[in-house]
């Protein structure tokens, strides 16, 4: 069973950066699709990107898209979420899922049964 771990949060200025990674166990991290989401408080929890199983595939919110990038390292069996040009609107518990069902780059929380516990993001104004 792959656990996941996030870790990379913290308090950053608006306009700064943060880089969060998703490390997990297992040696068949490289089978799973990775999904990043976050929830503010207060809000429901929403996609902000997901990459396929070999990296080739990535997809994006469109609140995020052009700021953040997410990529992967199966060697390492982590996946990154590298965010640009912060806002205080970002600010959220970030988590990171996986699942191996299909191969499909999936933006809802239902299609992705694997999920870390979150790392908290806070962007001051």
């Known amino acids: 069973q792959v656990q996941l771990v996030e870790s990379g949060g913290g308090l950053v200025q608006a306009g700064g950066s943060l880089r969060l990674s998703c490390a997990a166990s297992g040696r068949t991290f490289s089978a799973y699709v990775v999904g990043w989401f976050r929830q503010a408080p207060g809000k429901e929890r929403e996609f902000v990107a997901a990459?396929?199983?070999?990296?080739?595939?990535?997809h994006y919110a469109d609140s995020v898209k052009g700021r953040f990038t997410i990529s992967r390292d199966n060697a390492k069996n982590t996946v990154y979420l590298q965010m640009n040009s912060l806002k205080p609107e970002d600010t959220a518990v970030y988590y990171c899922?996986?699942?191996?069902?299909?191969?499909?780059?999936?933006?809802?929380?239902?299609?992705?049964?694997?999920w870390g516990q979150g790392t908290q993001v806070t962007v001051s104004s």
């Open positions: 899922a996986a699942d191996s069902r299909y191969l499909r780059v999936g933006t809802g929380q239902h299609e992705y049964t694997l």
């Open positions: 990459i396929s199983s070999s990296g080739g595939t990535t």
